[in-house]
């Protein structure tokens, strides 16, 4: 009973998997049916944001470029470009507080044959307009190693950490840039960043499909079980 009771419990767990991405999924189209939200203004509730458009406009803070390592884009190795845009119209309450900033998942690059090198893009000195999706960022991954950073090449990045590097505030929210800042297009080639960003994976069938393997499992246990006890009855008999 313990063996056709688990692989129950499994598929119970699969199907729950599958309506939590369901409503994701909910989540998120409505998310993008709702107005551009602009970053400049405020310091955003980041729950409000999560998957929504929003747009900002400033200068990028180039000497605080990270390069997030071992990052992969239709099978090539390469790096994430994260930069602060320093927010043009940041309030402020008096002069001595400081600016706000948000950070920007500019693109993919690949990466350099050699280890040594950086890649080469570029990142325009001028106010900028972008136009990208919010994400509320999550801090748990997995480390390789202590050494979380090497420079400008980071192997995780999140907003405390960045914050203590760089000593600037910055949003609770990050954006993935989806424009081109300096022309408005939709596809990259001036900065030398792919924004092809693949989307989150939220689609529930494979959790259906894992939960229906459970079950099928579950029924071969069963049949297996009532065939044993039936080969039991009919030798007990016997005998």
């Known amino acids: 009973m313990l063996l056709i009771a688990a692989p129950i419990l499994m598929g119970n767990w699969q199907l729950g998997r599958a309506h939590s991405k369901e409503l994701l999924q909910q989540r998120i189209e ?31 803070v180039a000497d605080k470029t990270v390069l997030l390592d071992n990052k992969m884009h239709r099978g090539v190795p390469g790096f994430q470009v994260v930069t602060p845009l320093r927010l043009e119209n940041s309030p402020k309450k008096n002069a001595n507080e400081p600016d706000r900033y948000v950070l920007v998942y500019r693109g993919w690059i690949a990466a350099p044959r050699l280890r040594s090198e950086l890649p080469k893009f570029f990142t325009p000195s001028g106010r900028v307009e972008l ?5 509320v960022p999550r801090d748990r991954f997995i480390e390789l190693s202590q050494v979380s950073r090497e ?5 995780n990045l999140t907003l405390k950490r960045f914050q203590a590097w760089a000593k600037i505030t910055v949003q609770p929210v990050v954006v993935y840039q989806s424009n081109s800042a300096e022309t408005g297009l939709t596809k990259i080639e001036a900065d030398g960043l792919n924004r092809d960003w693949v989307p989150a994976d939220v689609k529930a069938t494979k959790h259906y499909l894992i939960a229906g393997l459970w079950y099928v499992i579950t029924a071969m246990i069963a049949s297996v079980f009532i065939y044993v006890s039936y080969r039991k009855s009919i030798t007990s008999k016997i005998t």
């Open 30 to 60: 409505a998310m993008q049916r709702e107005p551009k939200a602009s970053l400049d203004s405020l310091m955003v509730v980041p729950e409000t944001l999560d998957y929504r458009l929003v747009v900002a406009s400033g200068t990028w």
């Open 131 to 135: 136009v990208g999706v919010a994400r």
């Open 151 to 155: 420079g400008a090449i980071w192997e």
